[in-house]
């Protein structure tokens, strides 16, 4: 079937734009936002993706006090226009290319309602790619591209309407398209006779008066790299970008969990001289929780809930049960200080799931995030 998108000359094989280069069922083609005050009092997370493979697209906005976590979420059809960027009452615009975006959700589905334009301060950044295979199957196979910016709009909180203005609201938006596990689970297979792959992932994007820092590194059980690069990319495009050597890092956790306290991420110059960032959590957002990233049951990216459903959620982080729920990959907001005496902030986007042997962890069952009392 045609759709509009076939009117341009954009297609990459001879398919309709509606299909995809693989037949892969974890195909996916997404967008990620985050907002945050410089207070750091706030943090919140728009995404959007759709999974052609699976017939699907989904979106969120999950917004974060540290006290309460509210999300709104929804799923369709994916349907035949892959240009339709609307899931229920969420939606992204392109407003100009790798420059300016929209996020909106309409008021009415809850006490959550965002109106959002999103400029980049720094150039769209492409990231390396990701690719991995475990047990014979290519698990990952994704591009990304990364991108600090600020906000403009409006956003509604409980009652409350907060005036996004770019001196004082910041973010981070990527784009990622490629392969990697969405949807229903599948069958285990040789996975069920297999211990699991440990997924220990550092992924600091950095804002700075006149350039941000983009650090990743994923590591195996032993510390072996998977993906890794740290880059300063300058405000001014007419400014190449800098790589800062191997990353690497220091991790404090919060007593009796898989939270980062504080970190310093050891960078290199390119004259050579060292360069650390230490980061200061000031505040977590549980990304797992009921937006789709998680392993929840009843909402995962890609699951199929039928031609449209949306729905809208909150968990008291005070309540044990819902502590004691709060694992995996979480988003910090964070300060950042160079040893340069640069002054920033930013995210630091954060996993330890599985052992790892540099941060002593040595099993499964100690992953949680939140310590036993708030």
Known sequence: MLSPADDYPIHQIAEVMRHTGTSDRNFYDRYYFNIYPTSADMFAVFG?????????????????????HRVVRASREL????????VGPLRVEVLEGLKRLRVVLEPGQSDLAVDATFDGVIPATLEPRHWRREHERVSFDTQRLAQTGRWTGTLELGGRRFELTPDRWWGFR??????????????????ASREPSTFFWC??????????ILCIVQEERDGTRVLEEAVRVPNDPTQPVQHLGRPDHDIEFLPH???PRRAVLHLTEPDGTKLDVSLEVVLPFY????????FDADWRHGMWHGPLEAQSRSWDLADPEVRGSLFGLMENAVTAVQSNGAVGMGMLEFACIGPHDRYGFSGWEDMGLCPPEP
């Open 48 to 68: 959007m993706g759709q999974y052609p493979n699976l017939g699907t697209a989904d979106a969120f906005l999950a917004v974060s006090d540290g006290r309460l």
């Open 79 to 86: 349907g035949a226009d892959r240009m339709d960027t609307s």
């Open 174 to 191: 990527d784009r990622s398209w490629g392969v990697r596990p969405v949807g229903e689970p599948e069958p285990a297979g040789i996975r």
């Open 203 to 212: 992924y600091a994007p950095l804002q700075f008066d006149d350039h941000s």
């Open 257 to 259: 969990t898989r939270a």
């Open 287 to 294: 990304l797992m929780k009921g937006t789709g990233y998680g």
